[in-house]
């Protein structure tokens, strides 16, 4: 059981560029979120999904699209990366919006 | 809107000693509350839920919680550290009305040392 699965591991790039980062998951689950992780400020928010063709915005969705067009799948994408997006990005899915979170291992990624 | 504060950032036990890592919430009436344990470049683990059928709370690995509404606590303890207890520990409210999301903690950093 594969759970949530992220990729890529690590990504670097340079300000301006774009890039998608991709998630998955394995467990029919309707809710997928996708969350940053900064030193001493644990996880937020940036937007998440309650089913397939529904997303909303989180905490800090500012720089940030997604889109549900399956259930399985949660891509995020950053449309125009700058320094201040340099962060550890978790997606996560549960069967709910209250119910424990699956998160998958990560994704680091470095602006330059 | 709820906020959460997990009162030490970084904690230091011995083998063997007991584990106590405290969190404070500020939420509606009745919110969901849970511990999440996070090593070294993985994503959360859940440790624990508490949704109000019972204050004390048992998880994995032998860690448990108890719920104090008078205090708007939920602290994590565990009766004896062990060496792969060392990692960082995170505190999540949810709460049951205003805007249904989950709020994190900063965290905080378990060391255990032999």
């Known amino acids: 059981n594969a759970g949530v699965t992220q990729t890529p591991k690590f990504q670097v790039l340079k300000t301006g560029q774009s890039m998608t980062l991709q998630c998955a998951q394995d467990?029919?689950?309707?809710?997928m979120s996708w969350y940053r992780q900064d030193p001493g400020m644990g996880l937020r928010l940036i937007h998440y999904?309650?089913?397939?063709?529904?997303?909303d915005q989180g905490e800090v969705p500012n720089g940030y699209n997604v889109s549900r067009s399956t259930t399985e799948d949660f891509p995020l994408r950053l449309l125009s990366a700058a320094p201040s997006q340099t962060s550890v990005y978790f997606c996560?899915?549960?069967?709910?919006?209250?119910?424990?979170?699956?998160f998958g291992d990560g994704t680091r990624l470095s602006i330059l | 809107a709820q906020s959460v504060t997990q009162l030490d950032s970084h904690v230091s036990v011995s083998e063997g000693t007991p584990v106590l890592l405290r969190c404070n919430y500020s939420?509606?009436?009745?919110?969901?509350l849970f511990w999440y344990v996070q090593h070294p470049n993985k994503g959360l683990q859940l440790l624990l839920k508490?949704?109000?059928?019972?204050?004390l709370v048992k998880g994995i690995n032998g860690f448990e919680a108890e719920f104090k509404k008078s205090e708007t606590s939920f602290h994590l303890t565990k009766p004896s550290a062990h060496m792969s207890d060392a990692a960082e520990y995170f505190c999540?409210?949810?709460?049951?009305?205003?805007?249904?999301?989950?709020?994190f903690g900063s965290g905080t950093r378990l060391q255990v040392q032999p």
């Open positions: 996560a899915s549960s069967s709910g919006e209250g119910q424990p979170q699956h």
């Open positions: 467990m029919n689950h309707e809710y």
């Open positions: 999904s309650v089913g397939a063709g529904i997303t």
């Open positions: 939420s509606s009436y009745s919110p969901s």
């Open positions: 508490y949704t109000s059928a019972a204050t």
């Open positions: 999540v409210v949810f709460p049951d009305t205003g805007r249904r999301a989950l709020t």
